[in-house]
């Protein structure tokens, strides 16, 4: 901003103090159009491999561990590598003993990864498990569970046992419980109300899982839900949700103690309605629309408690849509887009509250090794 001291002179100390400050006002607002710039998604180094549908894992440490998935030819891979934010680089480490895509990981309360089943490259899915120590860097087999599985969630639950349920096929009615002291599997006897594969698990406040969602063996597209209690280890039924879908985006808000379900798929066609759960009532309440329909996307929490709505597909393409959700309005609004359309990827909170989007499909049949970083 430019001051004409021809103007400025004679007016007197209030009319001074005023230009002065409109001056100051204008290079903060500048410095401020600038930092609002550096805000959104930025790129951060490349993985060393493309991958998608791989897991990944935030560390004690604050690093996030990347393992498994399928490369560019549809290879299914058994290598890792770690991200560290403080440099915004990847270091490859010990590969996993058995080759894992559509896999599902969790972290032990002592800090260590499970990762779990998946298809193994070969002709089959696969029933068995390995730990990743950060401490060593070194993966250990663990107990097998027994039942191939694939689509099928884990959940670390309060009393450090993890909990997976539904798969594709056979088992999709069945869950398991893993008990980390022992390195065991429970049996594959405890039902789920309504077997499904491709359905979303929450950890509730009270320590309960509810799990909504899916498709059954007959690719039918499913709105029930249940709940495990894993002080008895049982399920039980829950309500409906408004609307069946398959691999819907969901978060837990912290705040409120209710779940965010959105989106997702049903039938071919991707979904714009969200509903949100509240287990002290088990009741469902309609939601305001996505400004975007997809399926396949990812939603994080923020340290704020809004949530991100990340990516995924519509009509079959992966798209660069992020939508804001604000738990205090319940609205949806546009948030900066992705750098890379992707569905198949993977989203990290970060310990700093950032937001660490990973590989996945990027459009045209292409598997990206871009990694790309949300700042609030």
Same mark, same amino acid.
């Given at each position: 901003?430019?001051?004409?001291?021809?103007?400025?002179?004679?007016?007197?100390?209030?009319?001074?103090?005023?230009?002065?400050?409109?001056?100051?006002?204008?290079?903060?607002?500048?410095?401020?159009?600038?930092?609002?710039?550096?805000?959104?998604?930025?790129?951060?180094?490349?993985?060393?491999?493309?991958?998608?549908?791989?897991?990944?894992?935030?560390?004690?440490?604050?690093?996030? #561990?990347?393992?498994?998935?399928?490369?560019?030819?549809?290879?299914?891979?058994?290598?890792?590598?770690?991200?560290?934010?403080?440099?915004?680089?990847?270091?490859?480490?010990?590969?996993?003993?058995?080759?894992?895509?559509?896999?599902?990981?969790?972290?032990?309360?002592?800090?260590?990864?499970? &990762?779990?089943?998946?298809?193994?490259?070969?002709?089959?899915?696969? *029933?068995?498990?390995?730990?990743?120590?950060?401490?060593?860097?070194?993966?250990?087999?663990?107990?097998?569970?027994?039942?191939?599985?694939?689509?099928?969630?884990?959940?670390?639950?309060?009393?450090?046992?993890? $909990?997976?349920?539904?798969?594709?096929?056979?088992?999709?009615?069945?869950?398991?419980l893993y008990d980390p002291v022992t390195g065991t599997w429970s049996a594959p006897i405890i039902a789920t109300p309504g077997g499904r594969a491709g359905h979303t698990?929450?950890?509730?406040?009270?320590?309960?899982? $509810?799990?909504?969602?899916? &498709?059954?063996?007959?690719?039918?597209? #499913?709105? *029930?839900?249940? &709940?495990?209690?894993?002080?008895?280890?049982?399920?039980?039924?829950?309500?409906?949700?408004?609307?069946?879908?398959? $691999?819907?985006?969901?978060?837990?808000?912290?705040?409120?103690?209710?779940?965010?379900?959105?989106?997702?798929?049903?039938?071919?066609?991707?979904?714009?309605?969200? *509903?949100?759960?509240?287990?002290?009532?088990?009741?469902?309440?309609?939601?305001?629309?996505?400004?975007?329909?997809?399926?396949?996307?990812?939603? &994080?929490? #923020?340290?704020?408690?809004?949530?991100?709505?990340?990516?995924?597909?519509?009509?079959?393409?992966?798209?660069?849509?992020?939508?804001?959700?604000?738990?205090?309005?319940?609205?949806?609004?546009?948030?900066?887009?992705?750098?890379?359309?992707?569905?198949?990827?993977?989203?990290?909170?970060?310990?700093?509250?950032?937001? $660490?989007?990973?590989?996945?499909?990027?459009?045209?049949?292409?598997?990206?090794?871009?990694?790309?970083?949300?700042?609030?």
């Amino acid at each position: 901003m430019r001051i004409d001291r021809r103007r400025v002179h004679g007016m007197g100390p209030t009319w001074l103090i005023l230009v002065v400050v409109l001056a100051a006002a204008a290079v903060l607002s500048s410095a401020g159009a600038r930092a609002e710039a550096r805000l959104g998604w930025e790129l951060t180094g490349p993985m060393h491999t493309s991958r998608q549908s791989h897991i990944a894992a935030l560390l004690p440490n604050g690093q996030v #561990l990347v393992a498994g998935g399928l490369d560019v030819t549809d290879t299914v891979l058994a290598s890792a590598e770690l991200f560290d934010p403080t440099t915004g680089t990847w270091t490859e480490t010990e590969s996993m003993h058995t080759p894992r895509g559509y896999e599902a990981g969790s972290v032990l309360e002592d800090g260590r990864v499970l &990762v779990i089943g998946g298809a193994d490259g070969t002709c089959c899915d696969t *029933s068995t498990a390995e730990i990743y120590d950060p401490a060593t860097g070194h993966w250990e087999l663990t107990g097998d569970m027994g039942v191939p599985r694939d689509f099928f969630t884990s959940t670390l639950l309060n009393d450090g046992r993890v $909990l997976v349920v539904g798969a594709f096929g056979s088992t999709e009615g069945t869950s398991q419980l893993y008990d980390p002291v022992t390195g065991t599997w429970s049996a594959p006897i405890i039902a789920t109300p309504g077997g499904r594969a491709g359905h979303t698990a929450t950890l509730l406040a009270d320590g309960e899982v $509810l799990v909504v969602g899916g &498709v059954d063996g007959t690719f039918m597209f #499913l709105k *029930s839900a249940a &709940v495990f209690d894993p002080a008895t280890d049982s399920w039980s039924d829950a309500r409906s949700i408004k609307g069946a879908r398959f $691999l819907p985006g969901t978060a837990f808000l912290s705040g409120s103690g209710k779940v965010l379900v959105t989106g997702g798929r049903f039938g071919n066609m991707p979904i714009d309605t969200t *509903s949100l759960y509240d287990p002290a009532t088990d009741t469902w309440e309609r939601g305001k629309r996505l400004p975007s329909a997809r399926g396949y996307l990812l939603c &994080v929490e #923020l340290l704020d408690g809004r949530v991100l709505a990340i990516g995924g597909t519509h009509q079959g393409a992966p798209v660069r849509e992020v939508d804001i959700y604000d738990p205090a309005t319940g609205r949806w609004k546009m948030g900066p887009k992705l750098t890379n359309g992707r569905n198949g990827f993977t989203a990290t909170r970060l310990l700093d509250g950032r937001v $660490l989007v990973v590989g996945g499909f990027s459009g045209s049949g292409t598997i990206t090794n871009r990694a790309e970083i949300f700042t609030p």
